[in-house]
């Protein structure tokens, strides 16, 4: 994966359902939430100069960055799911598959990028950021829509 043009990308597309400044967030290796004011920080070396996508690189050094490409929420009564992105999807779901991805909370979804990698991870995160308890959850990858229409809309981001 080409790191800055996959960053550049899913910022640039991302503020019909989020700021473009807010697209990333620092993820602990315990998987808990850091900073998601990118544009904030200054250690790690970053600039006031830097781009955005020389500042992620910079942090992507030190610390996993979560970068959103959507929001999702599961409509327990009819067991559907809507997907927010740059295009809104809305379909039902086997109960296996609610049984096994249902949240109760609406989440935001996208890529854990590892540090020092361009690995990825494809999960989610808390809407609010602001709790405590805010976490990084890895979406179980499987054969199920909701996995693989999450997969398809994250593949048509990433720059290699």
Same mark, same amino acid.
Request: aromatic residues 12%; glycine residues 4%.
């Given at each position: 994966?080409?790191? $800055?043009?996959?960053?550049?990308?899913?910022?640039?597309? *991302? +503020?019909?359902? #989020?700021?473009?400044?807010? #697209?990333?967030? #620092?993820?602990?290796?315990?998987?808990?939430?850091?900073?998601?004011?990118?544009?904030?920080?200054?250690?790690?070396?970053?600039?006031?100069?830097?781009?955005?996508?020389?500042?992620?690189?910079?942090?992507?050094?030190?610390?996993? #960055?979560?970068?959103?490409? /959507?929001?999702?929420?599961?409509?327990?009564?009819? +067991?559907?799911?809507?997907?927010?992105?740059?295009?809104?999807?809305?379909?039902?779901?086997?109960? %296996? %598959?609610?049984?096994?991805?249902? +949240? %109760?909370?609406?989440? =935001?979804?996208?890529?854990?990028?590892?540090?020092?990698? !361009?690995?990825?991870?494809? /999960?989610? *995160?808390? =809407?609010? /950021? *602001? !709790?405590?308890?805010?976490?990084?959850? %890895?979406? $179980?990858? !499987?054969?199920? $829509?909701?996995?693989?229409?999450?997969?398809?809309?994250?593949? /048509?981001?990433?720059?290699?």
């Amino acid at each position: 994966m080409n790191l $800055e043009k996959t960053i550049k990308n899913i910022r640039a597309s *991302c +503020n019909n359902y #989020v700021d473009p400044d807010l #697209v990333a967030t #620092v993820i602990h290796d315990n998987y808990y939430m850091g900073s998601n004011n990118i544009t904030e920080l200054d250690q790690f070396d970053i600039n006031l100069s830097d781009s955005f996508e020389e500042k992620i690189l910079k942090i992507l050094k030190h610390e996993n #960055v979560f970068l959103n490409i /959507g929001m999702y929420a599961f409509i327990p009564l009819i +067991n559907e799911c809507d997907i927010y992105s740059t295009q809104d999807y809305n379909f039902k779901l086997s109960p %296996e %598959e609610f049984e096994k991805y249902a +949240n %109760e909370k609406e989440r =935001l979804f996208g890529i854990l990028i590892k540090k020092d990698s !361009s690995d990825y991870i494809i /999960g989610s *995160c808390d =809407l609010c /950021g *602001c !709790s405590i308890d805010a976490a990084f959850k %890895e979406i $179980e990858p !499987s054969d199920f $829509e909701f996995y693989r229409k999450l997969k398809e809309i994250i593949d /048509g981001k990433i720059i290699y």
